[in-house]
């Protein structure tokens, strides 16, 4: 994952004031008469029209990932006299294209009033727009389009130089929008919209970058002036310089009230909060919110009310996006006018993402200094328990189900704590700290389910680990820290969301007590051992630098003790990233093979088989399973020219079983491996006996709901196709055990699934193979450690001839550390096979060391 973007913006400070306006959002100015206007630009061939702009456009509405189930656009009028629409129409195009579509108009604007203009909706979305003033059908284009607010109702007719046109008022191009006053506006997406500035634009801010996620606590970099040389302009009502590029940026879609909203409504932050996972207030004005300030971001503060409600189920703490620094301190006391709205991060990649309540468009009154903070919320034992469910019933999406139940589902239970000050003591980590700044920890005394060899927690069926909590490096940094490390004394932050889970910021930097975890290295076999193991080299480039792949090969040599026969996984082709008709893997391999020889380890031979490009899953890197194997404890037996397409079967001769192609893929065309890596058998001959290997790398949970997700019970769409190549390689075991009981096959790799899982279950049931890490300690039953969850992702499943004498050994060198080139860690089997009857040149050969 990539570290979080930032954002930098300057402010705008009003001496006379007792509050700051950030320069990232129009700011309304409530139960102030807004009197100036900004110097409009040279719009239509009319007299000088009436001071109305467009404000805001959204386009994702009911789009998947969206909040609001409908696009819309806001009009301000930036004058002093309300204004009369009948006779005015919105109207939209999309790029390159004169077929306009009209909504007209009605109603009156109040003086510094907003309108909103619903438009089409789909179906996606969890919050109705609030009432609208005129709803409309136009289909906004999600991430680009034209719109004009225009002082008629007969549709426009121009596909470029609409901004010319006579009646045209205002017009904002947006995207790659061919038509725009000045440059247009940043793209849309989703789960932003653009809005225009209110405030002064200093001529010095530069050109900007908009990324994608803007709103969040993370934040982003503000979108600034584009356009370099337009002077600062003081438009309380809306800056209208001329160039859509620099009047409008990037933000959280946030609709007025409707009906001319402009007074707002004083709430408090339960009262925003609500007991659900929506605010009932998304959308509206709200002001005099008191709250003290408890921690301050890079875009942002959180605040919690002084005089909190009796209720456990309403949070008492919010976040105030200011989009930029706020200029306010830890223990202010503070009253904030601003628009309520639901943020989810992610952008349109986190549709199952949870929001966040927050207070956009802010105006932010500092009415003391040096308060109290409140005092935290204890989580774990002594203090608020978790419940051990994630989610009791199956709502589908929690957004829109009426139940809120803290005391029967963890994801309420988090829920209700959103953005208030929590403590956790001394907690145990149970995760390593990542390279984006997460570290989950188990606050003391909690149990969570089975516990791992090294202090961790085993994910399971039936316990989700929900006393688990992830420590964030938003607000200070974290120790690097290993599964069984501690965290002594009180650790104190607000609690957040994002990714997927609920977080702590943490306030303060914690001390961290080393626990006695080492990594672990794997028995050394008996000379009559076929020893056998998978091993993912995702994060151990072959054809880049050369520290990680010595790491890789120092692993293979002295942790697993260079295995006989080892499944390569994700091998890429040489030319990496690059978008070609190249799939060939000869330097990686050699590159491998090499820095395994150089630490001591064999040399090893390579089979494999060529992708097709971008067929197996991994874009432009044409990743593949492959085999190395040591020659001089076990021979391959080549047979065929075997293909990317062309699948292996079985096949019997003068009474012996073989493969038709070896190496073979197994079922290739299948629709179980679209898109995905293809399993590979090979026919290998150890002490005069044939066994068949079958290597694979399942669909991981990459695309899966989070567990703390929108959805509950969460998505788990790689499960099906799990499963489906689970049954494709169980349908070619079957074809060989049905040629011969007694054949030696041993199923290894990625199976990406838990213990007792369906997909195993597959594999497993009937006895046709036997999962040898059943035999080990439940404490030892693990390969990753994922947000502080473990869990077996490798296997080594074998035919009954093997099972008797198998064993499996978990290396635990990787998964618990925060110092490692993968996430994951191998696995061992040994295997003892009777000596066959025909001689083999390594009989007489030693185990390696």
């Avoid at 990649?349 to 927050?358: H, K, R, V």
């Avoid at 899953?617 to 194997?629: D, K, M, T, Y």
Wanted: charged share 20%.
């Amino acid at each position: 994952m990539t570290r979080r973007p930032q954002r930098h913006a300057r402010r705008n400070e009003f001496t006379k004031l007792s509050f700051y306006l950030p320069t990232a959002f129009p700011v309304l100015l409530l139960a102030i008469a807004l009197g100036a206007t900004a110097t409009s630009s040279t719009v239509g061939t009319a007299s000088r029209p009436a001071d109305l702009v467009i404000s805001q456009i959204y386009g994702g509405g009911g789009e998947p990932g969206s909040i609001w189930t409908a696009d819309f656009v806001e009009l301000t009028n930036r004058g002093d006299e309300p204004v009369d629409l009948r006779g005015w129409s919105v109207q939209y195009a999309p790029p390159r294209e004169r077929a306009w579509g009209v909504t007209e108009l009605s109603g009156r604007i109040p003086a510094g009033g907003r309108y909103l203009i619903a438009q089409a909706g789909g179906q996606n979305g969890t919050t109705h727009l609030p009432k609208a003033d005129i709803t409309g059908s136009l289909d906004l284009g999600s991430t680009s389009g034209k719109v004009a607010l225009v002082h008629a109702v007969e549709a426009l007719h121009c596909v470029a130089s609409c901004t010319t046109v006579e009646g045209v008022r205002d017009f904002v191009g947006y995207g790659n929008a061919d038509d725009a006053e000045g440059r247009p506006a940043p793209a849309l997406s989703n789960t932003t919209s653009i809005v225009r500035r209110d405030i002064t634009v200093p001529a010095d801010q530069g050109t900007s970058t908009i990324e994608d996620d803007p709103g969040g606590p993370a934040g982003v970099e503000n979108a600034k002036q584009q356009d370099r040389g337009v002077p600062g302009i003081d438009g309380s009502g809306g800056v209208d310089s001329g160039s859509n590029a620099a009047d409008f940026v990037v933000a959280t879609p946030a609709p007025p009230g409707g009906q001319g909203d402009k007074a707002g409504r004083t709430a408090r932050i339960a009262d925003i909060q609500g007991r659900s996972h929506t605010s009932p207030l998304a959308g509206r004005l709200v002001t005099s919110v008191p709250g003290v300030v408890t921690a301050v971001g890079r875009t942002g503060f959180w605040m919690q009310d002084p005089d909190p409600d009796d209720d456990p189920a309403t949070s008492d703490g919010l976040f105030v996006y200011t989009g930029n620094a706020p200029r306010v301190q830890s223990g202010d006391t503070v009253r904030v006018a601003g628009t309520v709205t639901e943020y989810r991060p992610g952008g349109a990649a986190g549709a199952d993402n949870l929001t966040t309540t927050e207070l956009i468009r802010p105006t932010v009154s500092v009415v003391s200094s040096a308060a109290r903070r409140p005092v935290p919320v204890l989580i774990g034992p002594g203090g608020r328990m978790p419940p051990t469910q994630i989610r009791t019933d199956a709502p589908g999406d929690v957004e829109s189900t009426r139940l809120f139940a803290p005391t029967l589902n963890a994801l309420d239970f988090y829920e209700s704590l959103e953005g208030m000050l929590v403590r956790l003591t001394n907690p145990t980590v149970v995760g390593p700290t990542s390279v984006d700044g997460q570290l989950p920890v188990l606050p003391a005394g909690g149990a969570g389910s089975s516990r791992t060899t090294h202090g961790g927690l085993r994910l399971t069926d039936t316990d989700p680990n929900t006393e688990r909590i992830v420590l964030d490096d938003l607000l200070t940094p974290l120790p690097v820290a290993n599964v069984g490390d501690q965290l002594p004394g009180s650790l104190d932050g607000v609690l957040d969301y994002g990714a997927g889970d609920y977080r702590v910021e943490l306030l303060s930097t914690p001390a961290i007590r080393a626990g006695k975890t080492k990594p672990e290295t794997a028995r050394a076999p008996k000379p009559d051992e076929l020893t056998v193991s998978s091993i993912d080299i995702s994060g151990a480039d072959p054809n880049g630098a050369g520290g990680r792949l010595r790491q890789l090969a120092t692993t293979v040599v002295r942790g697993l003790r260079a295995p006989d026969v080892l499944v390569v996984e994700e091998m890429p082709d040489d030319d990496g990233a690059d978008y070609d008709t190249e799939v060939g893997a000869e330097k990686g391999w050699a590159a491998l093979v090499e820095a395994i020889r150089a630490a001591g380890g064999p040399r090893y031979e390579v089979r494999q088989i060529d992708p097709v490009s971008r067929r197996d899953g991994s874009g432009a890197e044409n990743r593949r399973i492959g085999f190395l194997f040591n020659p001089a404890r076990v021979s391959f037996v080549d047979r065929g020219a075997g293909d990317a397409t062309q699948g292996t079967e079985v096949e019997t001769t003068d009474g012996e079983v073989a493969l038709t192609l070896s190496p073979g893929r197994v079922a290739p065309n299948a629709t179980a491996f679209r898109d995905a890596r293809k399993s590979l058998a090979g026919e290998f001959r150890f002490r005069g006996r044939t066994v068949f290997v079958v290597g694979n790398d399942f669909a991981s949970g990459r695309g899966d709901g989070p567990l703390y997700g929108r959805q509950q019970p969460p998505r788990q769409t790689s499960e099906q196709q799990r499963g489906s190549q689970a049954s494709a390689v169980r349908t070619f075991v079957d074809a060989l055990l049905g040629a011969d009981r007694d054949a030696a096959v041993v199923v290894v790799g990625g199976i990406a699934d838990t213990d007792g899982s369906p997909t195993l279950g597959l594999l497993t049931d009937g006895g046709t193979l036997d999962d040898v890490a059943t035999k080990l300690p439940a404490a030892d039953r693990y390969s990753v450690v994922s947000e502080g969850n473990a869990f077996l992702l490798d296997h080594v499943l074998v035919s009954p001839a093997l099972s008797g004498g198998a064993e499996v050994d978990v290396v635990h060198a990787q998964a618990d550390f925060a110092s490692r080139w993968s996430d994951r860690d191998p696995l061992v089997g040994y295997l003892r096979l009777a000596k066959g009857s025909e001689a083999s040149p390594d009989d007489s050969a030693p185990a390696t060391p």
